[in-house]
């Protein structure tokens, strides 16, 4: 099997691919090649089979083209730039976020005509393709009405890979992902990054800014629940899916408060002092138009998992990022 990561040198991207490297297989069929591509070079990794890394824009002409010539069985497309990006800077989000998904999805097509090819392809969407008002949890039945443009961009790409699909130029599955918490390493430009902030500094004995109310409630996976959704949509028999090519991965919904209290039973009452609360209006505005709860049950039927707890969260955090240590 050959493997193409694209996105591969972001957070998702290195676990993914690290993920596979230690299977070494997906359903069954081994890893004989993996294609690390992203704007820039991943880096290289130790694998029985080859490894060819590459620096590639997407939304360049003809990027995609060159990324499936070499026709990979199976394709994970993570490459996005974030929701507080997207929103500031019309333009780029439009570029990076759908133009590259269609030039990709076209780049497919244009190789499956040469002599048939329909690789399965898994993308990630977003929670942020719903906006409000919301139910208490939103079901698999509710309409998509995005009110930022990274949601948007995100819903438009969800249709093609649907239609795509359909004509069978594809096997996609779209896979809407919670906020990912705790994300390691440094800040990012998404407007969500606070919920993974407000852990993840203090863990360290660092300060973490909070610019939102306590009382806010959000939709949660870990990175490693999030490793976990994508290689199940590798492996998933797409016919259970019909048409409906796109699901709301399971979660966690908790509130600011609960996440706060969670870092209190984990780290104590030092790791919680160090967050200072300061709010900023335009992140607020923007919070309160993102989904807050998910009744995923069709997800879950299909077999995808995610945790029950804040605490749990935590946890896997000091164990894969901090050596399982708390404190700086």
Not at 51 to 68: C, F, I, Q, W
Not at 85 to 114: P, V
């Amino acid at each position: 099997m050959h493997i193409l990561i694209i996105g591969a040198a972001g957070m998702i991207g290195r676990k993914l691919t690290s993920a596979l490297v230690a299977a070494g297989q997906v359903g069954g069929k081994p890893i004989e090649k993996l294609t690390l591509a992203d704007v820039i070079e991943p880096a290289s990794v130790a694998f029985g089979g080859a490894v060819e890394t590459l620096a590639s824009d997407l939304s360049a002409p003809g990027a995609a083209t060159r990324l499936v010539s070499g026709r990979p069985d199976l394709v994970f497309h993570l490459a996005a730039i974030v929701s507080g990006e997207a929103e500031a800077d019309f333009d780029k989000g439009y570029r990076i976020n759908l133009d590259g998904t269609r030039y990709l999805l076209e780049a497919i097509r244009q190789e499956g005509l040469k002599q048939p090819y329909v690789p399965r392809l898994v993308f990630t969407s977003s929670i942020a393709v719903f906006g409000a008002p919301f139910p208490d949890a939103i079901g698999d039945e509710f309409f998509n009405t995005p009110l930022t443009s990274y949601g948007t961009q995100k819903a438009i790409c969800e249709l093609l890979l649907s239609d795509y699909s359909r004509k069978g130029f594809v096997d996609g599955i779209g896979i809407r992902l919670p906020t990912i918490a705790i994300r390691p390493g440094k800040p990012n430009a998404a407007a969500s990054g606070f919920f993974s902030n407000i852990l993840r500094e203090p863990l360290v004995g660092q300060e973490a800014i909070l610019p939102v109310s306590r009382d806010v409630r959000h939709w949660f996976a870990s990175p490693r629940a999030a490793i976990g959704f994508l290689i199940h949509a590798a492996e998933l028999d797409t016919t259970r899916l019909g048409w409906r090519r796109n699901l709301s991965a399971p979660g966690l919904s908790a509130t600011v408060g609960e996440e706060i209290e969670a870092l209190r039973r984990v780290a104590g009452e030092k790791a919680v002092r160090l967050i200072r609360e300061v709010p900023d209006q335009r992140i607020i505005g923007m919070v309160d138009g993102w989904p807050k709860n998910f009744a995923a049950r069709r997800a879950e039927s299909l077999g995808f998992k995610a945790e029950k707890n804040f605490d749990e969260i935590i946890r896997i955090h000091v164990e894969d990022e901090l050596g399982g240590k708390i404190g700086g």
